[in-house]
């Protein structure tokens, strides 16, 4: 009977394993074809969901459904969330509300594709566009820059990627900062905060070496899960200046049901990257999934059965 079942097992793998590449073809097809507008922003959203997740999105207060709400309801459609997803607006809202020395300074916008043709990029600077997620270009020491790679951008529709609606109006530019702190592989603190209040700490680091993750509640204690990348299992320190960092975070998100900010920091100052109001667009997997529960615990406050 056990070898019937490990038969079955290994059966099931090898025909998921051959039939992975239709299905993700049928689901790349079935998605070019859901229209532009919010019904099909709506159905969209579903279909990636239940792709991503193999399960039909609720109202619960789990970590991913929540993201999911906030992405298929008019909320995302408010005028600040559109505000901040732009990388260079953003830093208007946070000026406005814990002051611009908390901002990554802006060495130039290049809003066409001639003036990044014509500009004399410096010779350590950071370079990404504006109106989409994910991409980045750390320059140093003068090397070649892939402008090829740049002019793409300007053809990037991130709303159309993945439905975020609050993307759909934002125009491609390309924004120019410096590299902060003369560090290459800076480390990423996204602070969750649910109601105004940071819940949840997500340090990204070695993004360009071999992507890892560590989350912590905020008082810095080591949570055993992780989303997406592997965990990062070596005892992080904690920023000196921690506190100074979540009061930002509180802050920035008053008025927010629930979002992320994104914040760097060298244990004296820290500057505010950017604010996320999707997090990995609600498709953000668990490692292992049942943490998702213990997060949403964390998070929302509530027990999940």
């Given at each position: 009977?056990?070898?019937?079942?490990?038969?079955?097992?290994?059966?099931?793998?090898?025909?998921?394993?051959?039939?992975?590449?239709?299905?993700?073809?049928?689901?790349?097809?079935?998605?070019?074809?859901?229209?532009?507008?919010?019904?099909?922003?709506?159905?969209?959203?579903?279909?990636?969901?239940?792709?991503?997740?193999?399960?039909?999105?609720?109202?619960?207060?789990?970590?991913?459904?929540?993201?999911?709400?906030?992405?298929?309801?008019?909320?995302?459609?408010?005028?600040?969330?559109?505000?901040?997803?732009?990388?260079?607006?953003v830093k208007r809202y946070v000026a406005q509300v814990v002051g611009d020395q908390?901002?990554?300074?802006?060495?130039?916008?290049?809003?066409?594709?001639?003036?990044?043709?014509?500009?004399?990029?410096?010779?350590?600077?950071?370079?990404?566009?504006t109106h989409a997620s994910g991409k980045v270009i750390l320059r140093r020491n003068n090397e070649p820059i892939d402008l090829k790679q740049i002019r793409r951008w300007f053809s990037i529709d991130h709303y159309r990627s993945g439905r975020e609606a609050n993307y759909k109006t934002l125009k491609p530019k390309v924004i120019?900062?410096?590299?902060?702190?003369?560090?290459?592989?800076?480390?990423?603190?996204?602070?969750?905060?649910?109601?105004?209040?940071?819940?949840?700490?997500?340090?990204?680091?070695?993004?360009?070496?071999?992507?890892?993750?560590?989350?912590?509640?905020?008082?810095?204690?080591?949570?055993?899960?992780s989303i997406n990348d592997k965990r990062c299992e070596r005892r992080l320190d904690k920023p000196a200046n921690l506190e100074e960092m979540l009061n930002i975070a509180a802050k920035l998100s008053q008025g927010f049901s629930f979002v992320r900010v994104d914040m760097y920091s060298d244990g004296k100052s820290c500057k505010v990257g950017e604010i996320t109001n999707c997090s990995e667009n609600a498709t953000g997997r668990f490692i292992p999934r049942s943490a998702e529960k213990i997060a949403s615990q964390i998070i929302f406050g509530q027990n999940l059965r």
């Open positions: 009977m056990l070898g019937l079942r490990r038969l079955g097992v290994s059966l099931m793998k090898t025909l998921s394993r051959l039939f992975k590449p239709v299905l993700e073809f049928g689901y790349r097809t079935v998605v070019r074809l859901i229209p532009t507008n919010r019904l099909g922003d709506k159905i969209f959203s579903f279909v990636l969901f239940v792709y991503r997740h193999k399960r039909i999105p609720t109202k619960s207060l789990m970590f991913n459904d929540v993201i999911y709400q906030i992405k298929v309801s008019d909320e995302i459609l408010d005028s600040v969330r559109v505000l901040v997803s732009d990388k260079e607006f908390f901002n990554v300074p802006t060495i130039k916008i290049l809003s066409s594709v001639q003036e990044v043709e014509t500009y004399d990029f410096p010779a350590n600077c950071c370079i990404k566009p120019v900062e410096p590299v902060l702190f003369n560090d290459f592989n800076i480390s990423d603190y996204k602070i969750f905060c649910y109601q105004g209040s940071p819940k949840l700490i997500q340090v990204n680091m070695d993004r360009f070496i071999d992507r890892k993750r560590q989350f912590l509640d905020t008082q810095w204690n080591e949570l055993f899960f």
